[in-house]
């Protein structure tokens, strides 16, 4: 039995600093950001937004165009690192949304949890979602990625920021791609790239030895919620190339084979942090499995480096990047991180792609390559299926980015920080953050969301 994926649909922040604004106010080289990483603008949530406003429309959007019937989904499984809430998941929220706009119990039936492992989960519920259709294959299944890549002002991250959702349906006799059951993986406990909890002591913001009370606080330490990770990005490139690579090889094995495996992947979608990500970290695993060995293992530190390097510039490297990486990096240029969605993004990046230049790809094999920091990789492949154009007819996605609102740096700072109070681009026909609770005691922080016609 086949079992992938049916349908697809997402939601983008519409606004968006280009990244030419951002490299001119910070005095980095634009060049670089352009053709070195390969971005062209970052995406930013209005005021109005959040990650379960993404998850929202995403999902309003895969059930109206599929004319989903909502008692037929078993389950809504949420791929997610920027939860709003320690306890009650995004998915939660999105039951109440969806029956808020398509009547009152109509998922109370629906099984729904988080996964978060950082730009994985998705992933993770992906996968989860394949195993559950697999036992029950008369149910559908949706998984939904939603974050907001959010970075300290000034840092190496900023100009990889982004934000926004992929809903995707995941059924038996997939119209899109259909899943192989092999699962390469990999995962070692590292801190390349995390959210801790931060604390600051109460007296150094009282001023008080006496730890007196401080807005309700009797603690004298101070927890503080950063959306901004605590991370080293030459150390998280390494990370993502070693899990990659060990999680490709452990695929290889899966499949038995002495072939390379990349030469019959028509596309290759991996994570992508940012545009270049892939094409800057493939060229080791293209050298290692090729037919006819570019590296021979005897090679010293800094020869191996200098061998990845020439790989990287050679022609046949830039020809194949163009052929099987450049259609999943098309969105990413234009929207930055998405986190838990980055390669469910690319694999629509690279479906509209195909899409738009009339490109027949029935039957062809995608690879996919994702990555979490924390970390862990996973190796799969899928086969492209008949039906998989009908799905695309009403998706527009390169239309959707174009349309996106430009900003200046001034209101992109404040953004940033906060400082912030009108929403930029008035909301139409979308949800929208309603209200955080901050009188009722046994509601306090309660959000409230409403959809805008
Ligand atoms: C990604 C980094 C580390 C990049 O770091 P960086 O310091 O901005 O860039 P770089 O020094 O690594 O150089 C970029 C490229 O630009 C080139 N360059 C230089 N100048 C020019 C020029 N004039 N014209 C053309 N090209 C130029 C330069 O040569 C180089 O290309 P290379 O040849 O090495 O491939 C940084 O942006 C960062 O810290 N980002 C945040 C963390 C991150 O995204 N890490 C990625 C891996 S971890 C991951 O993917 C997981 C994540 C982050 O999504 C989180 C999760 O799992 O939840």
């Not at 989903?68 to 109440?96: H, M, Q």
Request: aromatic share 12%; charged share 25%.
């Amino acid at each position: 039995m086949k079992i992938g994926i049916d349908a697809i649909a997402f939601d983008v922040a519409k606004i968006h600093l280009p990244i030419k604004t951002l490299a001119l106010a910070r005095n980095i080289e634009s060049e670089k950001l352009k053709k070195g990483l390969g971005l062209i603008k970052m995406t930013l949530p209005d005021i109005h937004q959040d990650t379960v406003v993404f998850g929202a429309n995403a999902l309003t959007k895969l059930i109206l165009n599929n004319n989903i019937k909502l008692d037929e989904i078993a389950r809504i499984y949420v791929g997610t690192e920027s939860a709003i809430d320690n306890s009650k998941p995004i998915s939660s929220f999105l039951i109440t949304l969806m029956e808020q706009k398509f009547g009152e119990d109509s998922l109370s039936e629906c099984d729904v949890v988080d996964f978060t492992f950082a730009c994985i989960g998705g992933v993770d519920a992906l996968q989860n979602c394949i195993d559950f259709i697999q036992l029950n294959p008369t149910k559908k299944a949706i998984v939904a990625t939603t974050d907001f890549a959010k970075y300290d002002l000034n840092s190496t991250g900023e100009y990889t920021q982004g934000a926004g959702a992929v809903a995707i349906l995941i059924s038996a006799n997939p119209r899109i791609i259909a899943f192989e059951n092999h699962w390469g993986v990999n995962t070692k406990g590292v801190f390349d790239f995390f959210k801790p909890y931060r604390t600051v002591s109460k007296q150094e913001i009282t001023g008080n030895t006496n730890n007196e009370s401080w807005f309700d606080n009797l603690e004298s330490e101070i927890e503080i919620h950063k959306d901004q990770p605590v991370f080293d990005g030459q150390y998280s490139n390494q990370c993502y190339m070693d899990r990659t690579k060990a999680a490709y090889f452990s695929f290889k094995k899966l499949k038995n084979t002495q072939e390379t495996i990349y030469h019959s992947w028509k596309s290759i979608v991996m994570h992508l942090p940012y545009a270049f990500q892939g094409r800057r970290m493939l060229s080791e695993i293209y050298a290692l499995d090729a037919s006819s060995a570019i590296l021979s293992g005897e090679e010293n530190p800094s020869e191996y480096q200098n061998k990845l390097k020439e790989i990287s510039k050679s022609e046949e490297y830039k020809t194949f990047v163009i052929e099987k990486l450049q259609p999943a990096e098309l969105a990413s240029s234009l929207i930055g991180n998405l986190y838990t969605g980055s390669i469910f993004m690319g694999l629509l990046s690279t479906l509209a792609h195909f899409y738009d230049t009339k490109k027949e790809i029935t039957s062809e094999k995608f690879g996919f390559l994702a990555y979490g920091s924390g970390s862990k990789s996973k190796v799969f492949e899928g086969t492209i299926q008949p039906e998989w154009k009908s799905t695309l007819a009403n998706v527009a996605l390169f239309e959707t980015l174009e349309n996106s609102f430009e900003i200046d740096f001034e209101t992109y700072e404040k953004l940033h920080k906060k400082e912030q109070k009108q929403s930029i681009v008035e909301p139409k026909n979308e949800w929208i953050l309603d209200r955080i609770e901050a009188e009722i005691p046994n509601l306090i922080g309660a959000r409230y969301y409403k959809w805008i016609d």
